[in-house]
Nanobody, 114 residues
Framework: QVQLVESGGGLVQPGGSLRLSCTVS????????MGWYRQAPGKQRELVAT???????NYADSVKGRFTISRDNAKLTCDLQMNSLKPEDTAVYYC????????WGQGTQVTVSS
């Protein structure tokens, strides 16, 4: 069974940066589109960025120009570089495919606050 492990979250001031990483335990990773989601308190989980197996990316309007998704098919990892962070980016961040094919990991908390 594929496992997802997210890491890299933390507390950062507005305008700061964080880099999240997702490690996937399974070679199926190389054949699927991956995405990063976030869930803020009291809100539904939303998909903010995706990357195809070939490296094509797509972003939600709320993060476009600030977040960059990348992947390393050799290391089975998918990263999310987050710049110019805003308080409204505060959420638990998760990785999964856009169809949520894999069992959800524990996520990583990102808090943007002064």
């Amino acid at each position: 069974q594929v496992q997802l492990v997210e890491s890299g979250g933390g507390l950062v001031q507005p305008g700061g940066s964080l880099r999240l990483s997702c490690t996937v335990s399974g070679s199926i990773f190389t054949r699927v589109t991956m995405g990063w989601y976030r869930q803020a308190p009291g809100k539904q989980r939303e998909l903010v960025a995706t990357i195809t197996s070939g490296g094509n990316t797509n972003y939600a309007d709320s993060v476009k120009g600030r977040f960059t998704i990348s992947r390393d098919n050799a290391k089975l990892t998918c990263d999310l570089q987050m710049n110019s962070l805003k308080p409204e980016d505060t959420a638990v961040y998760y990785c999964n495919t856009p169809q949520a094919l894999f069992r959800w990991g524990q996520g990583t908390q990102v808090t943007v606050s002064s």
